[in-house]
């Protein structure tokens, strides 16, 4: 069992940055692929970005590509969501989950653990 636990949201304005994180406990993270989905207000649950087991291989949807920044530290069993260039577009609860494998990782029912989220809101 792994349990994850989001912090970093807040309330920015357009343009600014925030950095997420997110800790885990239970397992050793390095045993998991991990990701970060969005979910905004009468929104299903989209993907973000998602990390390897050792940070080398990363994926972001096309919304985020250049902005975001996934990033992961095994040794601290965190993981990291630099924000930037923040858009209203981007307000939504984040979340991040873990996955035992790598099969499918922008697909949310690929990922077994969940945290609870942390608010990001980003006004014009």
């Known amino acids: 069992q792994v349990q994850l636990v989001e912090s970093g949201g807040g309330l920015v304005q357009a343009g600014g940055s925030l950095r997420l994180s997110c800790a885990a406990s239970g397992h050793t993270l390095s045993r998991y692929w991990l990701g970060w989905f969005r979910q905004a207000p009468g929104n299903e649950r989209e993907f973000v970005t998602t990390i390897g087991y050792y940070g080398a291989a990363t994926d972001y949807a096309d919304s985020v590509k250049g902005r975001f920044t996934i990033s992961r530290d095994n040794a601290k069993n965190t993981v990291y969501l630099q924000m930037n260039s923040l858009k209203p577009e981007d307000t939504a609860l984040y979340y991040c989950?873990?996955?035992?494998?790598?099969?499918?990782?922008?697909?949310?029912?690929?990922?077994?653990?969940w945290g609870q989220g942390t608010q990001v809101t980003v006004s014009s």
């Open positions: 989950a873990a996955a035992q494998s790598r099969l499918l990782p922008r697909n949310s029912g690929s990922y077994t653990y």
